[in-house]
């Protein structure tokens, strides 16, 4: 059956990846499960239809017969153990992997998305120049153990996982920080990351979206 | 092989439950594994010992053989794997479930844990007063968004599962910031949580723990 995510109809980055309907997607394309995608407006996405998929009201959703999921992490973890080649085989690895979707959304990610809404909800302010250093260390704390856990391999643990899938597209919402700079190995894991045909179909395909969507 | 987890050798909630080793815990007593909890002080966290187990510093962790986890939220879907009892067999409701685990960490945890933040960290700056506000609207949207979700359920899917777990931990953290009295049922939903015979055998192992280490 083929399942059907939901994606912004007109991402409000301009078609950079950010959304999260590009894990979702990338997962997708690298078990080779083709999809299909229905687009909400940012009105659609606060009426009672998409809430009842969605009670967040956010993006992506999953949907495959009966069974209808929210939250990108649940959704990668749901293809991942339908599916070969996002999960390792041997037990003490999976639960691993796990482990690095989990540090991914709730360690990493969460610093990230503070800084970033700063910048959206507080630039105007006078606090802002005080408070974005502040901002700046939290995520470079994190940023600093993971490139230490990290050293020269080339993903989090053994093979490509779910976790760099995940740690990867958390760690791109920096891209013009000027953060990731600071960490080279980190830099050079993303660029692995999106260096896999699966990423740069699943990319490909949500910037059509947005060229489509802006006459382009 | 009995599990070994770590947690604060001195809570700094003062044995109020709210450190994440209390998840652990409690998904430990709801499957009836009996554990072994190893101490660590706030030095002992930033010394490499602790960092080869946990790379962001933090508790809990979990060793059972070779496997060495970090994350609560891995290691409380790792129990829920390995014993009957904290996800249900169906497989929707079995995705479902951990859906509400990835929701619990991902969705409401963060902005409850930087309102908590400010409040350590901004009580004395000129802002807070400005940003309390915000903040609090930041955890009003979603606590009415999952209280809305929830309607008169007792539990957020069917059965309790390990997403209603993580969920009343994360929604716990609000206990005395007034928040949770304008949403009735999220409040009962916790006191359900509370009045499990496995959340108050966890809650009185993590206790026994701060008294002994106030010479109470």
């Known amino acids: 059956m083929t399942p059907t995510i939901t994606a912004f109809e007109s991402s409000p980055d301009r078609g950079r990846g950010l959304a999260r309907d590009m894990r979702v997607r990338w997962a997708l394309e690298e078990v080779g499960q083709p999809y299909e995608v229905r ?6 996405m606060k009426q009672a239809v998409h809430l ?28 991942a153990e339908r599916h070969a080649g996002l999960l390792p085989v041997d037990a003490d690895a999976r639960a691993r992997a796990i482990m690095w979707m989990f540090a991914a959304l709730s360690t990493v990610e969460p610093p990230i998305v503070d800084r970033e809404m700063a910048g959206y909800a507080e630039r105007d302010k006078a606090w802002y120049a005080e408070r974005l250093p502040i901002l700046d260390g939290r995520v470079r704390g994190r940023l600093g153990q993971l490139s ?8 989090l643990d053994g093979g490509f996982s779910a976790g760099d899938l995940l740690m990867v597209t958390v760690l791109r919402r920096l891209e013009t920080s000027g953060l990731l700079e600071e960490y080279p190995n980190l ?12 990423y740069r179909r699943a990319f490909a395909a949500q910037l059509a979206v947005f060229t489509a969507a802006s006459g382009g």
Request: negative net charge; proline residues 6%.
């Open 148 to 155: 230490r856990r990290l050293g020269e391999a080339e993903w």
């Open 39 to 44: 687009l909400v407006s940012f009105e659609e």
């Open 52 to 79: 009842a998929l969605h009670p967040f009201g956010q993006i992506p959703t999953y949907e495959e017969g009966d069974l209808a999921l929210f939250e990108s992490g649940a959704i990668v973890l749901h293809i």
């Open 187 to 198: 830099a050079a894991f993303i660029a692995r990351g999106e260096a896999r045909p699966a």
